[in-house]
């Protein structure tokens, strides 16, 4: 069995790579970065589809998911495991990931339309989200200064989400199904940076900024004013009603408990050093 891995080496398939060759799978990565990869020596470098059975479809890494996955089934493919995301069904202008890249929802609408046995994963906020949210601040002192701290979501581990992702590709247990995926606890902004500052052993404090200084910091932390605007009109929209409440698919799925927010900040402390 050889399957392809599409963003190989992005934040879900580096993980996704090398959780299927410990299972002994061939493994085909695609990368817009093969020579600073890094990728397990079995490992073959393409975007080939010959010989594939099954293909990982990241979001950003395919410029046309139809065509593409309409070239794998003349190729043979037999199955897709698409990666989508929780809000895929809000309006397009409702989801800031759209305005650096992602396209979950053609990702997921053209798994659905192509004749291939499909699953699309539909998981929650990143844990890596808040690296960058809170990093910046916890590198440079022990205060951070940050918008809406009740806020709250149900950051999922990428590794948790990559290994939902292996075990979609090998078994039909999800098949024909859109898996709505998220970590095992419901955070607010405020208890991530009080897990992180237990995690570091520093006395981490929240203070709250207002919507304006927070737009005014990100855009010249460097994120995209497209971005940064849709990022609050989120946060402001979901404050009284949590968008996405934890729910223990991870878990049943994987038959092991999901691993927690401060699992992830033990296992990427650096993103917090300096």
């Known amino acids: ?34 020579e600073a990869a890094k990728l397990p020596a079995t490992v073959q470098l393409g975007a080939d589809l010959d010989g594939v059975e099954a293909v990982f479809l990241h979001p950003r890494a395919v410029r046309d998911p139809f065509d593409f996955l309409a070239r794998a089934r003349a190729q043979g493919v037999r199955r897709v495991v698409a990666l989508s995301a929780m809000n895929v069904d809000d309006p397009l ?48 002192g022990d205060v951070v200064r940050y918008v ?30 859109r898996v709505d995926l998220t970590g095992p606890d419901s955070l607010s902004h405020r208890s991530m940076v009080s897990i992180i500052g237990t995690v570091l052993g520093r006395p981490l404090r929240f203070e709250e900024i207002t919507p304006d200084a927070a737009e005014w910091a990100m855009i010249r932390a460097g994120l995209p004013e497209p971005f940064v605007t849709g990022l609050l009109a989120r946060y402001a929209r979901h404050l009284d009603r949590p968008q996405h409440p934890a729910n223990a698919e991870v878990a049943t799925i994987l038959d092991r408990p999901a691993l927690t927010y401060a699992e992830w900040v033990t296992e990427n402390a650096d993103t917090f050093r300096n």
Do not use: C
């Open 1 to 34: 069995m050889v399957i392809l891995v599409t963003g190989a080496t992005g934040l879900v398939g580096r993980h996704l790579v090398d959780i299927l060759v410990a299972q002994g799978i061939k493994v085909r990565a695609a990368t817009r970065h093969p």
């Open 93 to 140: 202008d409702q989801q800031p990931s759209r305005s650096v890249g992602d396209r979950n929802k053609e990702a997921e609408d053209a798994a659905v339309a192509s004749g291939l046995e499909w699953i699309s994963l539909r998981p929650s906020s990143f844990a890596s989200n808040s690296g960058r949210a809170f990093g910046p601040a916890i590198r440079a």
């Open 148 to 177: 809406y701290p009740t806020f709250v979501e149900s950051p999922i581990h990428e590794r948790d989400l990559a290994a939902v992702a292996a075990h979609a590709l090998r078994t039909d247990d999800l098949l024909s199904t």
